[in-house]
Structures are given as C-alpha cells and as structure tokens.
C-alpha cells in the first residue's frame, strides 16, 4: 500500500535522480503508450515550437471546467519564489474560491497538471475541495498561511493528485488512466521504474467501444465521487501500489 509518509511519487532507489530538463519537447505524447489519456487535449500542443504561454493554456481550456464552487478555471502566473504568507500563497484555496491554478512558465510539471485539469476537471476539483476543506478546518482566520501539521487525508489526496492512476475494470479487462501528472513528468524525464497509487473503477462493457473523450468523462464522473468522499482517506487501504510495468502490460 502507499503510504503518506512515502514520496509522493514512489521511486526505485537505484534511480539516479535527473535535472528537470528545461526545453519544450513538442513530441511529449509520444513518449509512452500511456500518456494517451491526455492525447485529446494535449494533441493541440504538439503544434508547438516552442513552450506553451498562460494565456495558450487558457484559451484551450475547455469553457465547461471550474472549481468545485463554481469559478472557472484560469491558470495564473506563479511569480518568482513561492509567497510564503498571505492569501496568494495558499495554493488550493485560491483555487477553490477564485479558480485561479498558480502556474509557472516553462515547467513540465505544471504544464502536466494543466492537462489533467483539461482531461479529469471534474476529479482534480474534487480534490481541491476535500483539500480546502481540511485547510479550513485547522487553519486560523483571517488566512495567511497554511497550518503547521497537515491531516492524513491531505497527505493521501497530494500522493493521489501527483502520482494517481484510474484502472478502468470491464469483467476481466483493465485499463490504466494516468492520472498524476508528477508521472508524467517523470516518464518525460525517462524514468520509467516507478509506481503509482491506485484506486480500481467498475465500468459497464460499453466503455470499451465509447471515443476516448466519453471514456474520460465516465472515468472523471466516477473518481470525482470516490475521491470526493472523505472517509475513503481515512479507510486502511484507500490506495493499492501500481507500477508502470503493470500498467504497460494491460495496453
């Protein structure tokens, strides 16, 4: 099982760990038969020479996609260093009440998140709102940081948000959706020997034979109220250990 404690992101330990590669790869969907929940959204970037600007991000945004409490979301400019005190420097809640996704320029893991935003919007939202929930209920108001200890269900809602897969279940037949884009990232990098966190998701035998988008939907509809359920992260196993191997042998 993972576990809260562990890295986010499981890792083997005889992986070297590499330098975030800077340069904008247009080819990023063809890097692992898994990246493709991703590809419907994310095929308009491989038209790219150069890395994606905010408002590029914004402008492929489907208009549907908002928080939980309603605000559609926008990604925002991450300026410099993070802020460390004030409103500007809670990340979820400004997500929450205003939609705004602080972003940084030119960075593979933010660019990842924003595609997961575009492909599962309805689970990431419900994410955020178990997360701002639990923010609020240890942290001192007026809001101007976050509080000193964070509860297990954050630590088990980060760990899924980053390193996430969906197994779409039809009778014997499994399908991985990758949903942390701490994955993708890693995968860019060319790290491959790494596991996920994973939840298991029943679907109906017509699943196999809907287009890509619709499978999406369903999947996103169906995490969303899973995850958005609080006593899930408080059960003893919420998640199960998935690694890339795995996954790539059910394609």
């Avoid at 320029?105 to 639990?134: G, V």
């Avoid at 995968?187 to 966190?197: F, N, R």
């Amino acid at each position: 099982m993972a576990h809260p404690n562990e890295s986010r992101v499981e890792k083997k330990e005889h992986i070297v760990p590499q330098l975030t590669f800077r340069s904008w790869n247009s080819q990023f969907l063809k890097c692992s038969e898994l990246f493709f929940p991703i590809m419907p959204y994310g095929k308009v970037f491989s038209n790219f020479c150069s890395w994606p600007q905010l408002n590029d991000l914004n402008v492929h945004l489907p208009s549907f996609i908002c928080s939980w409490s309603g605000q559609k979301i926008n990604f925002v400019l991450q300026r410099g260093m993070r802020v460390k005190e004030g409103f500007e420097g809670l990340y979820e809640p400004r997500i929450f009440l205003l939609g705004e996704v602080r972003t940084r320029l030119e960075n593979w893991h933010d660019f990842f998140n924003a595609q997961i935003w575009y492909s599962f919007p309805k689970t990431k939202s419900a994410l955020n709102m178990r997360q701002f929930f639990a923010f609020d209920e240890h942290a001192e108001f007026p809001w101007c940081k976050s509080p000193p200890n964070r509860m297990r269900e954050q630590d088990y809602m980060t760990m899924f948000d980053e390193g996430g897969c969906l197994i779409a279940k039809i009778n014997n037949v499994k399908v991985p959706f990758i949903f942390g884009h701490a994955i993708y990232e890693r995968m860019l990098y060319g790290q491959t020997d790494l596991s996920m966190c994973a939840i298991t998701i029943e679907c109906e035998v017509s699943f196999l034979n809907k287009r890509l988008k619709d499978q999406l939907k369903i999947l996103d509809l169906k995490a969303a109220k899973i995850l958005s359920n609080r006593n899930i992260y408080y059960e003893n196993k919420p998640f199960f250990t998935f690694s890339i191997a795995k996954a790539l042998s059910y394609l």
